[in-house]
């Protein structure tokens, strides 16, 4: 039962994780506007390509169990720097799609520790 419950709860943090940052990426490649924002903050056009190329492959890699614990380890490193960047360019109010990323990457993490105790037999489920 808790098995299954830690389970499904890692799917669904996965493919919000995921979503999201594909979602995200899409819009770095798709929108016009975010060539002047990434100026605006000090950042080239070559970097908004780069962290949007990131944040593609971050998007698949948290969803492949394989690598899911590399994704959401980059996922962290892309979010820190999205609440420097908001943080330093005094944008307090654009912090909260960062910190619930963060939020659910950690968690995440937690969960599939978790199962993975779960799986050896150190917690009975």
């Known amino acids: 039962m808790l098995k ?6 890692i ?6 994780m995921s979503m999201m940052f594909i979602y995200s990426s899409m819009t770095l490649f798709l929108m016009p506007g975010w060539s002047d924002q990434f100026a605006v903050w000090g950042y080239s056009q070559l ?7 990131i944040e593609l492959i971050i998007g698949v890699a948290v969803f492949a169990k394989p690598t899911r614990v590399y994704g ?11 609440l420097y960047t908001h943080l330093t360019n005094d944008q307090p109010d654009e912090i909260y799609a960062a ?3 963060l939020f659910l990457a950690i968690s ?6 978790f199962e993975n105790k779960i799986d050896k037999g150190e917690i009975n489920s």
């Open 47 to 53: 970097f908004l390509y780069f962290i949007g190329s």
């Open 72 to 82: 959401i380890l980059g996922l962290i490193v892309i979010m820190i720097g999205a």
């Open 11 to 16: 799917l669904i943090s996965v493919v919000i």
């Open 108 to 113: 995440t993490l937690i969960l599939i520790w």
């Open 4 to 9: 299954g419950f830690v389970h499904h709860t």
């Open 99 to 101: 910190i619930f990323m």
